[in-house]
């Protein structure tokens, strides 16, 4: 699984003073982060298409096309939509957070900067990516598995019915004793490979979950953002529905294993 690492994040900043500019980039040049810099809107969204940044420091009051008018755009392009875009303000300026946050902002902070809450900021939400793409990620891993096992076993059955259905006209004991042992070795292997995968998913997934409740536990200052982007990737339907998805595949399981013992008592009986 590819997690995001946190020192090689890419971090495109916005700002058409150059004096703030340099400002932020002093006080994030030591966290080893790759940092971009662009003066206007338009250079911003031509550097997010191309760059891909993992978050985006946006000011707010720019010439031409401000920082709302720019995050609508950045957010309305499939390329950039998932970007995080954290705003800067000035604390003179008149700053709506509800229409921040509303078009899709996820933070913000003010000016003059200090420096160890712009860097704490960032690596929250660099945290949020993480975990968010980690829970996708083992949703995406989850299906694919139990797909290829699903096929793998139906593959299997069908030739156990197949078998059954050639042998149905000889003597049922004699026929039984005669079918090749491999095959319920071939329901039940992956059936029990399938348990214990399981077992540790159901683990990774229960301490994930903990592990993104405790930030939203631990930030209460950003609990405002942290909800917003919860509503925005329906955070609560991922916690309740990976278990549900791993209680339901371990029914298949047994159910399939279940089938393996028959095969082998009427074989053996």
Same mark, same amino acid.
């Given at each position: 699984?590819?997690?995001? !690492? @946190?020192?090689?994040? &890419?971090?495109? +900043? !916005?700002?058409?003073?150059? $004096?703030?500019?340099?400002?932020?980039?002093?006080? +994030?040049?030591?966290?080893?982060?790759?940092?971009?810099?662009?003066? /206007?809107? #338009?250079?911003?969204?031509?550097?997010?298409? #191309?760059?891909?940044?993992?978050?985006?420091?946006? %000011?707010?009051?720019?010439?031409?096309? /401000?920082?709302?008018?720019?995050?609508?755009?950045?957010?309305?392009n499939p390329i950039t939509d998932e970007i995080p875009i954290?705003?800067?303000?000035?604390?003179?300026?008149? @700053?709506?957070?509800?229409?921040?946050? *509303? +078009?899709?902002?996820?933070? #913000?902070? &003010?000016?003059? @900067?200090?420096?160890?809450? !712009?860097?704490?900021?960032?690596?929250?939400?660099?945290?949020?990516? *993480?975990?968010?793409?980690?829970?996708?990620?083992?949703?995406?891993?989850?299906?694919?598995?139990?797909?290829?096992?699903? $096929?793998?076993?139906?593959? &299997?059955?069908? =030739?156990? =019915?197949?078998?059954?259905?050639?042998?149905?006209?000889? %003597?049922? *004991?004699?026929?039984?004793?005669?079918? %090749?042992?491999?095959?319920?070795?071939?329901?039940?292997?992956?059936?029990?490979?399938? &348990?214990?995968?399981?077992?540790?998913?159901?683990?990774?997934? *229960?301490?994930?979950?903990?592990?993104?409740?405790?930030?939203?536990?631990? #930030?209460?200052?950003?609990?405002?953002?942290?909800?917003?982007?919860?509503?925005?990737?329906?955070?609560?339907m991922l916690i309740r529905k990976i278990p549900e998805i791993?209680?339901?595949?371990?029914?298949?399981?047994?159910?399939?294993?279940?089938?393996? =013992?028959?095969?082998?008592?009427?074989?053996?009986?």
């Open positions: 699984m590819n997690e995001l !690492v @946190f020192e090689k994040a &890419t971090i495109l +900043i !916005v700002d058409d003073n150059q $004096n703030n500019l340099q400002v932020l980039c002093d006080s +994030i040049a030591d966290s080893g982060w790759e940092i971009l810099v662009a003066t /206007d809107g #338009y250079s911003a969204i031509e550097q997010a298409e #191309y760059a891909q940044p993992d978050l985006i420091l946006l %000011d707010v009051m720019m010439p031409e096309m /401000d920082g709302f008018e720019t995050c609508e755009k950045l957010k309305s954290i705003f800067m303000t000035a604390l003179s300026d008149s @700053f709506d957070k509800v229409k921040g946050f *509303s +078009i899709g902002a996820v933070d #913000y902070v &003010t000016k003059p @900067f200090y420096t160890e809450e !712009v860097v704490a900021r960032i690596n929250v939400h660099l945290r949020i990516i *993480s975990l968010t793409k980690q829970l996708a990620q083992q949703k995406v891993d989850l299906e694919q598995h139990y797909a290829a096992q699903k $096929n793998k076993l139906t593959d &299997t059955l069908q =030739n156990l =019915n197949k078998s059954q259905i050639q042998l149905a006209s000889s %003597d049922k *004991s004699a026929t039984l004793r005669k079918l %090749d042992t491999s095959t319920a070795h071939e329901a039940s292997n992956p059936a029990n490979l399938l &348990t214990g995968n399981l077992s540790h998913l159901a683990d990774y997934t *229960s301490k994930l979950i903990n592990h993104l409740q405790i930030y939203r536990r631990v #930030y209460p200052e950003n609990k405002a953002e942290i909800d917003i982007n919860a509503q925005q990737i329906d955070l609560d791993i209680f339901l595949i371990s029914e298949e399981i047994e159910q399939i294993s279940n089938i393996a =013992n028959i095969n082998n008592q009427l074989k053996n009986s």
